[in-house]
């Protein structure tokens, strides 16, 4: 029988499975992310792999995911709903809460990295060697990123980083809160879910987002311009129960294994396709781009530096003492993967 993908409109739920099984015996898997049921996670993410986990296990795995606007969508809550049982795989974003992943938010720091293809790889290089401490406790499945972002704004249009001055931007990490704080900016702190809303009452002046958000959260229905400030990336993990991984079938935990592992190669090819279409999209409702320079971005990598020398400073105080190694181990390694 070939796969499903429904929408259950009295959980907002999705369930996503790839064939009819005898229900003795099943394996049901609930998954849980923060995007709208329309993201591309849920459609080109858990979807097809949902599918291919049902095939590799004759039909006895079923991952029923929840989207964004279930009970289970808290973007605070992804991580700690896996921990707690609540849910059995969580896709949440680094920066959320603050603090807990340390040595992986480092990939977020101005101008480690400028693609999804080359921060997932970076990622997966370095996991063993110098990440795993952040996910211990968890069975880690992926840690993926966009593409290097920028600004969707409200009303203003800016050329440059020092345009968003006395603007109020939404910001997804500590990281982009202090580069904002030094042009300038008013960084806001607030869920994803909760920016349309802001821009459209004015509360908010801008987003720090990909194209991808932009599309994802309607926002070209409601701003003016795009600044492709090509500064950060987002980073977002997806972790699994370790007590459930560890309690499923030699085959099952094999076939997550393997099927997971493709993640690495097939994310950024989703995210280069979902924000090319955000792209478009936003372009045809009269939205603008401003693209920065690569002299602009030259001249910030000195500029920002204070900026992140006090980042990794922060993070050596939360017990990482070897926070700049990490660093410039991602630095030069994103630059290899990134061509």
């Known amino acids: 029988m070939t796969g499903t993908f429904k929408t259950i409109a009295a959980v907002a739920a999705t369930t996503l499975a790839a064939s009819v099984a005898a229900a003795q015996g099943k394996i049901e898997l609930k998954a849980s992310t923060f995007v709208p049921p329309t993201h591309w996670f849920l459609t080109d993410g858990y979807g097809p792999w949902a599918k291919e986990l049902s095939e590799r296990t004759k039909g006895a795995v079923e991952v029923r995911a929840f989207a964004g606007n279930s009970p289970f969508g808290n973007v605070a809550n992804q991580a ?11 896709w949440g974003l680094n920066g959320v809460p603050a603090g807990r992943y340390p040595r ?29 401490a952040d ?23 800016a050329q440059k980083l020092d345009d968003l001055k006395g603007l109020r931007i939404r910001s997804p990490n500590n990281n982009v809160q202090a580069v904002l704080q030094h042009v300038g900016a008013v960084p806001v702190t607030m869920g994803p879910g909760q920016i349309y809303e802001s821009l459209e009452k004015g ?54 294994d393997e099927t997971t592992a493709k993640w690495v190669e097939s994310f950024p090819v989703a995210w280069d396709k979902a924000d090319a279409l955000a792209r478009t999209s936003a372009k045809e409702k009269g939205v603008g781009e401003t693209v920065a320079s690569d002299a602009d971005l030259a001249e910030l990598r000195t500029r ?36």
């Open 135 to 157: 996910f211990k406790g968890y069975k880690l499945l992926n840690l993926n990123c966009t593409n290097a972002q920028g600004f969707a704004l409200r009303e203003k249009t």
């Open 80 to 90: 700690d709903q896996v921990s707690a049982g609540v849910m059995d795989i969580g």
């Open 304 to 339: 920002l530096k204070p900026v992140i020398e006090a980042q990794l400073a922060a993070i050596e105080k939360q017990g990482v003492p070897n926070a700049r190694a990490i660093y410039d181990e991602m630095t030069k390694r994103a630059a290899q993967y990134d061509k």
């Open 203 to 256: 509360t908010l002046d801008g987003a720090t987002t990909g194209w991808d958000g932009v599309r994802g959260f309607r926002l070209e229905n409601i701003i003016k311009s795009y600044f492709a400030a090509r500064l950060t990336l987002t980073c977002f993990h997806i972790v699994m129960n370790e007590k459930k991984f560890e309690s499923l079938p030699a085959d099952v935990r094999k076939a997550i």
């Open 104 to 132: 992986t938010s480092i990939m977020e720091l101005p101008l480690v990295a400028t693609t999804a293809k080359g921060a997932a790889r970076t990622f997966a290089s370095m996991l063993g060697s110098h990440l795993a």
